[in-house]
């Protein structure tokens, strides 16, 4: 299928690896021109050079603190009018909400809730008088299906959600789409270090705690980044325009319900 991407241009926010790396190749593979961000400068290279070597896309690579004024103003100088963007950033550690204070909070907030909407605000209005744009938030299964010592996260990025699930009703009808997707386990590095810790803690091998967090899906196992980055693709795509204000949940079906 052709998306109806070539000669478009995106932003994808902590595209060094990972699930923003998977969508960033994903789209390239569409022919869209990147502009790439992660705070670690040469693994952010290292990913531009890997996609530039696979398709024949500009890629531009800049390396700060999305999560900044000074990071957003960088990367919007570097591609002022995307056609998409694709939010994305590191959430805040586990821990119990005793604990957290109020810059705790804030610094969650700024990171998984403020950052999405300030580069929204830099750029929608620009979408809208080109008709078309597509704003993809990456969050959490966690939104969905909150888990206690992820409240930061949980409460952030609801928050973001929210926010999205209003704007997303008004930009629409100058075909610009606004939706969210809610990984859950996907093979990424994040996940394995994850699943090296769980295993360190039960004094077992890597290999046998991700065997058993594995039979905890219905699918069997983890899911593929490039699954994740292909179904980012779609959303963004000429395909999707009546795709409106929706959470794609992406866990192998892992949270039992209905709707």
């Known amino acids: 299928m052709d998306l109806g991407l070539s000669g478009r ?143 930061l996260s949980n409460g952030a990025r609801a928050g973001l959600t929210g926010f999205c699930a209003g704007l997303a009703r008004k930009t629409a009808i100058n075909n610009v789409t606004i939706n969210n997707i809610l990984p859950g386990p996907f093979a990424t590095d994040r996940f394995h270090s994850n699943i090296q810790t769980q295993a360190d803690n039960a004094g077992k091998s890597f290999d046998e705690m991700l065997a058993i967090r594995n039979s905890q899906n219905p699918s069997g196992r983890a899911g593929d980044p490039a699954e994740f980055g292909d179904a980012c693709a779609f959303l963004c795509s000429a395909k999707s325009g009546f795709i409106v204000g929706q959470n794609l949940l992406l866990d192998g079906g892992a949270f039992n319900s209905t709707f």
């Open 9 to 151: 241009k995106a932003i994808v926010c902590a595209a060094s690896k990972g699930l923003g790396k998977a969508s960033a190749l994903s789209l390239a593979r569409e022919g869209v021109d990147l502009v790439i961000n992660s705070r670690t400068a040469e693994t952010l290279e290292a990913t531009a050079a890997e996609i530039r070597k696979e398709t024949s896309v500009n890629v531009t690579a800049v390396a700060c603190d999305i999560t900044t004024d000074e990071g957003r103003a960088q990367v919007l100088a570097a591609c002022s009018d995307p056609d998409i963007l694709i939010n994305n950033a590191g959430g805040p550690p586990p821990g119990n909400f005793r604990d957290w204070d109020r810059d705790d909070w804030i610094k969650a907030v700024d990171a998984n809730m403020l950052t999405a909407i300030f580069l929204i605000k830099a750029v929608v209005d620009g979408m809208m008088e080109r008709k078309f744009g597509r704003i993809v938030n990456i969050t959490s299964a966690a939104v969905k299906s909150p888990i206690e010592i992820l409240g």
